[in-house]
C-alpha cells in the first residue's frame, strides 16, 4: 500500500461547489504539506503543518483553508471553487528526525477541474 | 527571497546521450538543494539532495548533481539516458533555517528519442 494516499484522484466540479481533498499517510511523520502544481509553475505551497495543532499558510492560501484531523490526515478545502482553481493538487510529508534537511514523500495527486 | 530557476521547459536527448538538465539558485548563503522526479501520473519523488556534506552527489537511478558555489549552479546529469528516464524533472531549494519548506522551480520534461 501506498505510504501517502490522496482522494479522490480525479475531480469535476463547477464554480461556486465547495470541494474537499483528502490525504493520508501511514508514514507517521509529523509534517505534512498541500502544493498546486500548475504547467509551467512548479509546485507552489498552499499549507503546511507541523503537528495537529500547528498549521501555518504556505505562498498562495487565499481560497484554500485545510484541517488537521489527526497526525495523519490532512485535509485541503475550497470554499468555493473559481476556475483559476483547476489544478493538480499534491499533498506531502516530512519527517523531522533527518533534522534540517528534511526529504519530502508525495502523495499520487489529485486533478482538480472547475468548470 | 530564494528562487530557483530551471534553464529549459524541455529537453530532448537521444537513448544512450549525456542527460543535462540545469538549475541555478539565488541565495544569500549556501541552502540545501533537491531534485525532484515526477513520472507520468504520479507523485514527486526524490533523486537525490546536497546537505553540504559533498559537492557532488549522487542518486538513485545513475544521476548525479554538482554543487558549484561560485555558479550558484546545481545541474543534474546521467552519463546515459534510458527511455524510462522520461520525465518532468524539478529542481528545489529549501533555506538552511527554514528546512522544511522547499521552493520549487519550473519544472524541465525530460524527451528521451529511441
Given amino acids: 500500500d501506498a505510504d501517502v494516499t490522496q482522494t479522490p484522484r480525479n475531480r469535476i466540479t463547477k464554480t461556486g461547489k465547495r470541494i474537499m481533498l483528502e490525504c493520508s499517510q501511514t508514514k507517521g511523520h509529523d509534517r505534512m504539506y498541500w502544493y498546486r502544481q500548475d504547467p509551467g509553475l512548479g509546485l507552489r505551497l498552499i499549507y503546511y503543518s507541523f503537528d495537529v495543532k500547528d498549521i501555518n499558510k504556505g505562498e498562495i492560501s487565499d481560497g484554500y483553508s485545510v484541517s488537521r484531523q489527526a497526525q495523519a490526515k490532512f485535509s485541503l478545502s475550497l470554499e468555493s471553487a473559481i476556475p483559476n482553481q483547476t489544478a493538480l493538487y499534491f499533498c506531502a510529508t516530512s519527517d523531522t528526525t533527518q533534522g534540517v534537511t528534511d526529504t519530502q514523500y508525495f502523495g499520487p495527486g489529485t486533478r482538480l477541474t472547475v468548470l | ?114
Fill in chain 2, 1 to 114: 527571497a530564494q528562487s530557483v530557476t530551471q534553464l529549459g521547459s524541455h529537453v530532448s536527448v537521444s537513448e544512450g546521450a549525456l542527460v543535462l538538465l540545469r538549475c541555478n539558485y539565488s541565495s544569500s548563503v549556501p541552502p540545501y538543494l533537491f531534485w525532484y522526479v515526477q513520472y507520468p501520473n504520479q507523485g514527486l519523488q526524490l533523486l537525490l539532495k546536497y546537505t553540504s556534506a559533498a559537492t557532488l552527489v549522487k542518486g538513485i537511478n545513475g544521476f548525479e548533481a554538482e554543487f558549484k558555489k561560485s555558479e550558484t549552479s546545481f545541474h543534474l546529469t546521467k552519463p546515459s539516458a534510458h527511455m524510462s528516464d522520461a520525465a518532468e524533472y524539478f529542481c528545489a531549494v529549501s533555506p538552511y533555517d527554514s528546512s522544511y519548506k522547499l521552493i520549487f522551480g519550473s519544472g524541465t520534461r525530460l524527451l528521451v528519442r529511441p
